[in-house]
């Protein structure tokens, strides 16, 4: 997957990241990827943003761990929303449009429910986390074992849905995706210390943030909601703009980055909210 669009790179606050484009009126983006891969994740999307919205600031960060990005003490999931919430004050950028992709979509909507931003693209991700965090608890003791690799394969097996895609999609996925063990075993270290209705009460919390501060929120999915996680929607953040893409696996804007590109683009036009960006402070306890 080649791409004419130069990336230049930098490191803010210990995050490395491709920096494209120049600050203005538009809202700068800010890319999370998932766990295991890194910023290149978003240089196909990003590379057809530059024909659709040139010049637009985006800012796809390596998470800590992955990428150029060193190991942080902590990869609890509220310090991981730290570390990127000082990546980007050292960046400068003002209210930006939160984009991630899998675990990242919680992260960027913990990041919106606690400091101000524009709105919210969720790729592949799900506030409703009980029942993932029920079958990560069920295999934490395989995950910390010698049986990682295999428990991990059999994860990814499920959860990519690799065969939907395009063989090109498939291997670039595959040369990207970089597992390891002690990385994964900290970024779902929330999913182990947490019961399944200590996580569902903070993922509500959060879920409410974001509806009262009014932002936009989109998710593209690359399949059809199950029927649960869209009664939780309906409750809990009626106005989420769904977008499902079928036959793109759990890498929707890799399958289509054209058509991603294109929503990123309408971010331009997300203007500030009512109000005085007020957060409440959303945490886990």
């Given at each position: 997957?080649?791409?004419?669009?130069?990336?230049p790179?930098a490191v803010y606050?210990g995050?490395?990241a491709?920096?494209?484009?120049?600050?203005?009126?538009?809202?700068?983006?800010?890319?999370l990827?998932?766990?295991t891969?890194?910023?290149?994740?978003?240089?196909?999307?990003?590379?057809?943003l530059?024909?659709?919205?040139p010049g637009?600031?985006?800012?796809?960060?390596d998470?800590?761990?992955?990428?150029d990005s060193?190991?942080?003490?902590?990869?609890l999931?509220?310090?991981i929303?730290e570390?990127v919430h000082?990546?980007?004050?050292?960046?400068r950028?003002?209210?930006?449009?939160?984009v991630?992709?899998s675990?990242?979509a919680?992260?960027?909507?913990i990041y919106?429910a606690?400091?101000?931003?524009?709105?919210v693209v969720?790729v592949?991700?799900?506030?409703?986390v009980?029942?993932?965090?029920?079958?990560a608890?069920s295999?934490e003791?395989?995950?910390r074992g010698?049986?990682?690799?295999d428990?991990?394969a059999?994860?990814t097996?499920?959860?990519f849905?690799?065969?939907?895609?395009?063989?090109?999609?498939?291997d670039?996925?595959?040369?990207?995706?970089q597992?390891?063990?002690?990385?994964?075993?900290?970024y779902?270290?929330?999913?182990?210390?947490?019961t399944?209705?200590?996580?569902e009460?903070?993922?509500?919390?959060v879920a409410?943030?974001i509806?009262?501060?009014?932002v936009?929120f989109?998710a593209?999915?690359?399949?059809?909601?199950?029927?649960?996680?869209?009664?939780?929607?309906r409750t809990?953040?009626?106005?989420v703009?769904t977008k499902?893409?079928p036959?793109s696996g759990?890498?929707?804007?890799l399958a289509?980055?054209?058509?991603?590109a294109?929503?990123?683009?309408e971010?331009g036009a997300?203007?500030?909210?009512d109000?005085?960006?007020?957060?409440?402070?959303?945490t886990?306890?």
């Amino acid at each position: 997957m080649q791409h004419l669009v130069q990336f230049p790179s930098a490191v803010y606050a210990g995050l490395a990241a491709d920096d494209l484009g120049r600050s203005d009126d538009r809202p700068p983006l800010v890319l999370l990827h998932g766990l295991t891969f890194d910023r290149r994740m978003w240089r196909s999307a990003l590379a057809e943003l530059e024909t659709l919205d040139p010049g637009r600031r985006a800012l796809a960060f390596d998470l800590p761990g992955h990428g150029d990005s060193p190991d942080a003490p902590s990869h609890l999931m509220e310090a991981i929303v730290e570390r990127v919430h000082a990546a980007v004050m050292e960046a400068r950028l003002e209210d930006p449009v939160v984009v991630g992709h899998s675990v990242s979509a919680a992260t960027v909507s913990i990041y919106a429910a606690r400091y101000p931003t524009r709105g919210v693209v969720a790729v592949e991700g799900a506030l409703r986390v009980a029942d993932f965090a029920g079958m990560a608890q069920s295999l934490e003791p395989v995950l910390r074992g010698p049986g990682f690799d295999d428990a991990w394969a059999r994860i990814t097996a499920s959860v990519f849905r690799t065969e939907q895609v395009a063989p090109d999609v498939r291997d670039f996925v595959l040369a990207t995706s970089q597992p390891r063990q002690e990385i994964v075993l900290g970024y779902w270290q929330d999913l182990f210390e947490r019961t399944p209705p200590e996580l569902e009460a903070w993922m509500v919390g959060v879920a409410g943030a974001i509806r009262e501060s009014g932002v936009p929120f989109v998710a593209v999915v690359g399949e059809d909601p199950s029927p649960e996680d869209v009664a939780w929607l309906r409750t809990n953040m009626p106005e989420v703009r769904t977008k499902v893409w079928p036959h793109s696996g759990h890498f929707p804007h890799l399958a289509h980055p054209r058509r991603f590109a294109e929503i990123l683009a309408e971010t331009g036009a997300w203007g500030r909210p009512d109000g005085d960006h007020i957060r409440h402070a959303v945490t886990s306890a």
